[in-house]
C-alpha cells in the first residue's frame, strides 16, 4: 500500500477524487477506479449532473448511478470502505467548480482525471491530478453502450459488470432509453 503524508487537511494519507456521470457505469470506469487505488487509500466517486435524468445523455437518475456503483464495485470484488458514493448536482461555473466539489464533499488531496479541462481546474487550485492511462475509449463509453441500448444491440451487457445489467434490465433501462429517443 502506497503510504504519503497527510495534505490539506485530509484525515487519511491520500484521498482521490474522481467525477464522472456514469451513465451508466462501464468498464472504462472500472479501470480508472482500480487504477486510481494504486495511488488513492481512499476514493471519493462524484456521481455528477446528479439533477439531470430521463435524457438520452442522462437516462438514470443519480440513484439508479449511485446504485449501479455500488453493484459494480461488489462484482470486481473491491472494498466499498475505500469509497465515498456522492451525488452533485452541476454548477454553471467552471472557475468555482472545484470550490464547489472542496465545500460539498469530504476532504480531499488529488484528483483523478483525463479531461483536459478538469485537469486544469483542479490544477489551478493546486491540486495534483493523476491521469490515468487510456483505456479502449472507443469501446467503454457510456455513449457507446446507450447507442446499443438503443439499437436493441445486446453487446452493451458485455461493457457493464453482470449485475449492473441485471440491474439495467430491472428498471427497464433499456425500454427508457428507446422510449426517450422516440417519444413525442
Known amino acids: 500500500m502506497l503510504t504519503l503524508p497527510p495534505s490539506r487537511g485530509c484525515s487519511v494519507a491520500s484521498r482521490c477524487v474522481y467525477v464522472g456521470r456514469f451513465q451508466p457505469p462501464h468498464c472504462g470506469h472500472l479501470h480508472v477506479i482500480k487504477w486510481a487505488l494504486q495511488y488513492c487509500d481512499e476514493l471519493i466517486i462524484v456521481v455528477g449532473s446528479a439533477q439531470e435524468s430521463y435524457t438520452l445523455k442522462n437516462p438514470f437518475t443519480a440513484g439508479e448511478r449511485l446504485e449501479m456503483l455500488r453493484l459494480a464495485l461488489a462484482d470486481e470484488g473491491l472494498d466499498i470502505s475505500r469509497f465515498w458514493l456522492i451525488p452533485l448536482q452541476?454548477?454553471?461555473?467552471?472557475?468555482?467548480w472545484v470550490r464547489y466539489l472542496e465545500v460539498n464533499l469530504p476532504k480531499f488531496n488529488r484528483a483523478v482525471s483525463r479531461n483536459p479541462l478538469v485537469v486544469k481546474l483542479f490544477?489551478?487550485?493546486?491540486y495534483e491530478v493523476l491521469i490515468p492511462p487510456a483505456y479502449k475509449r472507443e469501446v467503454c463509453s457510456g455513449t457507446r453502450i446507450r447507442q446499443l441500448m438503443l439499437s436493441n444491440d445486446s453487446r452493451w451487457e458485455k461493457l457493464v459488470t453482470?449485475?449492473?445489467?441485471?440491474y439495467i434490465r430491472h428498471i427497464g433501462g433499456v425500454e427508457r432509453i428507446v422510449l426517450l429517443a422516440h417519444g413525442d
Open 90 to 96: 452541476d454548477i454553471a461555473m467552471n472557475s468555482v
Open 123 to 126: 490544477r489551478d487550485y493546486g
Open 162 to 166: 453482470p449485475s449492473v445489467a441485471e
